[in-house]
């Protein structure tokens, strides 16, 4: 019998400080780590050496919509270089990225047109991870 789980975007928070992000655009958020987590080197006989890269940086890319109600408050975070915590959590597929300390990069680009376009803030963390919700 075939396993199937289900996937809502709605299964999924983002918490910013002590704030819930709602108003997302539509991809919501990304996360990566901005570093793989070793890098092998191979000698002129065939050896091979593993460096462990020690780089715990990652980035977060958050879109909301122009009218999301805690922009403001982002806004507020890039322009004072506030640092804070940030986590995204998706129950339903027991995934979890972030990090105790992280800060806005710069001002998402703003676009006015013939459609309200989201605004994506670039969030760097400085001690990314990736669990298990």
């Not at 709602?22 to 000698?43: C, P, Y």
């Not at 715990?56 to 975070?77: D, E, N, R």
Request: proline share 3%; charged share 25%.
């Amino acid at each position: 019998m075939a396993n199937v789980t289900a996937y809502n975007a709605k299964d999924c928070t983002i918490m910013v400080d002590d704030f819930y992000i709602t108003g997302l655009g539509e991809d919501m958020v990304t996360g990566e780590k901005d570093e793989e987590m070793f890098e092998s080197a191979v000698g002129a006989q065939g050896d091979i050496v593993v460096n462990e890269v020690n780089n715990t940086l990652g980035t977060i890319t958050l879109a909301v919509q122009p009218t999301c109600p805690q922009k403001g408050q982002l806004l507020q975070y890039a322009k004072a270089g506030t640092v804070f915590p940030i986590w995204v959590v998706n129950k339903s597929i027991n995934e979890k990225f972030g990090g105790s300390k992280a800060r806005i990069k710069s001002y998402p680009e703003l676009t006015h047109g013939a459609e309200a376009e989201d605004r994506e803030f670039e969030i760097q963390v400085f001690d990314y991870e990736v669990t298990e919700a």
